[in-house]
Structure formats: C-alpha cells, structure tokens
Nanobody, 119 residues
Framework: QVQLVETGGGLVQAGGSLRLSCAVS????????MGWFRRAPGKEREFVAA????????YVGNSVKGRFTISSDNTKNTVFLQMINLKPEDTAVYYC????????????WGQGTQVTVSS
C-alpha cells in the first residue's frame, strides 16, 4: 500500500503563489508516475501535472502550463506542485495521486488540499 498526504493549500490573492507538497509513504518503489489533479466545485476532476518516478520527466496540463511546475525530492519521497500567477479559476481541491507501473489509471489518492484564489 501507498499513502499520500497533501499539504500547502490555503487562501491566496490572484497573482499570488503557493507550493503544494505530497508526502509519499509505503511501497513507494512500486510507483511509476505521480500526479496532481484538481476538482473545482461543480466540475469534473481535471489533470494538472505528472512526473515520472523513473526519469523525472514531467507533463503539465494546458490550463496551467507556464504557471505550474511539478517536481520531486526522491530523498524525502515528496512531490511538489509550485503554482505561480494564480487565478480565481484555479480554486479547487488539489489531489496527489500515484500510479503503479503498467497501470493506466492512478491507484492511490490523497485526501486533498483546498486552494482558494480570491480576485
């Protein structure tokens, strides 16, 4: 099993920045990719960014490209989501997720952390 715990959410004004952290514990060696997703009120869950646990390559969703950056510190088993130039439409619950090797879907999810951007 793998446990994911997100921290770093909060209230920020438009144009501000936040950094989310995801602490990963358990069978971390089974992870192939780590990702961030978000769900805004009344909307579907949206992919934000992902990072490969094998080679560190990253992929960022179009709606946040140029503003959000995903990274990881493998020595601390932590994944980060640096968010700059935040907009009110970035308001959502942000979830960290882990994908096992050979899987299409993400298998493990954190409890989520609320990000609220005021205009």
């Amino acid at each position: 099993q793998v446990q994911l715990v997100e921290t770093g959410g909060g209230l920020v004004q438009a144009g501000g920045s936040l950094r989310l952290s995801c602490a990963v514990s358990g069978r971390t060696s089974s992870m192939s990719n780590m990702g961030w997703f978000r769900r805004a009120p009344g909307k579907e869950r949206e992919f934000v960014a992902a990072i490969s646990c094998r080679d560190g390559s990253t992929y960022v969703g179009n709606s946040v490209k140029g503003r959000f950056t995903i990274s990881s510190d493998n020595t601390k088993n932590t994944v980060f989501l640096q968010m700059i130039n935040l907009k009110p439409e970035d308001t959502a619950v942000y979830y960290c997720a882990g994908q096992r090797g050979g899987r299409i879907s993400y298998d493990y999810w954190g409890q989520g952390t609320q990000v609220t951007v005021s205009s």
